[in-house]
């Protein structure tokens, strides 16, 4: 198993760009979240997926969209990249109600935007 | 809303010795999940431990153990024997059990480890 993978690794975006974050995972996971990690900060949820087709909200929300149209797939989508979305971004998957509840990251991507 | 807080930003230890970790945080559920991932320069986010709640056991994996007290909702790690590839970013974080919330960790600021050779 690849587990989660994140592309691209690294990327720097002019400020008004858009570019998607792509995230995938081979574990047949239902939740998938994306997180970003800032400089003292920890890491916050973004976005977060119960399945394919369901979406929903974390705590910094603003400025990103996701989809997830099949399991395995739960793209990031910056619209229009601002310096203050410049971070460390990781995708993370883990399995639902009755599951071990531990959550497996990608390798994560680091953003600038200048 | 639940929070992780982590008081100590940074810590060192001499290498072979034991350093505890510390980790605070704020809920009002009673059924929960406890997580200590450790982040290496790599940036990869590695499960060092995690314990559930409703388990009075303390969770031991290898040199890493936790001090688990639920009263006083705080959980610490201790490293024992700590070793050169112990020194990382130590992250604690929370997770609710409840069926629908458990997508969510929600972490602490993070810890500096240095190890001393």
């Known amino acids: 198993n690849a587990g989660v993978t994140q592309t691209p690794k690294f990327q720097v975006l002019k400020t008004g760009q858009s570019m998607t974050l792509q995230c995938a995972q081979d574990?047949?996971?239902?939740?998938m979240s994306w997180y970003r990690q800032d400089p003292g900060m920890g890491l916050r949820l973004i976005h977060y997926?119960?399945?394919?087709?369901?979406?929903d909200q974390g705590e910094v929300p603003n400025g990103y969209n996701v989809s997830r149209s099949t399991t395995e797939d739960f793209p990031l989508r910056l619209l229009s990249a601002a310096p203050s979305q410049t971070s460390v971004y990781f995708c993370?998957?883990?399995?639902?109600?009755?599951?071990?509840?531990?959550?497996?990251f990608g390798p994560g991507t680091r953003l600038t935007v200048t | 809303a639940q929070t992780v807080t982590q008081s100590q930003p940074e810590m060192s230890v001499q290498e072979a010795e034991t350093v505890t970790l510390s980790c605070t945080y704020d809920?009002?559920?009673?059924?929960?999940?406890l997580f200590w991932y450790k982040q290496p320069p790599s940036r990869q986010m590695i499960l060092v431990i995690r314990?559930?709640?409703?388990?009075?056991q303390n969770a031991t994996e290898n040199r890493f153990s936790v001090n688990f007290q639920k009263a006083a909702k705080s959980f610490s790690l201790k490293i024992s024997d700590s070793q050169l590839g112990d020194a990382a970013m130590y992250f604690c974080?929370?997770?609710?059990?409840?069926?629908?919330?458990?997508?969510?960790?929600?972490f602490g600021k993070g810890m500096k480890l240095t190890v001393n050779p």
């Open positions: 993370a998957s883990s399995y639902g109600a009755g599951g071990s509840y531990e959550q497996y």
């Open positions: 574990m047949n996971h239902e939740y």
């Open positions: 997926s119960v399945g394919a087709g369901i979406t």
């Open positions: 809920t009002s559920e009673s059924d929960y999940y």
């Open positions: 314990q559930e709640a409703y388990k009075q």
């Open positions: 974080a929370y997770r609710s059990a409840i069926k629908g919330g458990s997508e969510k960790l929600v």
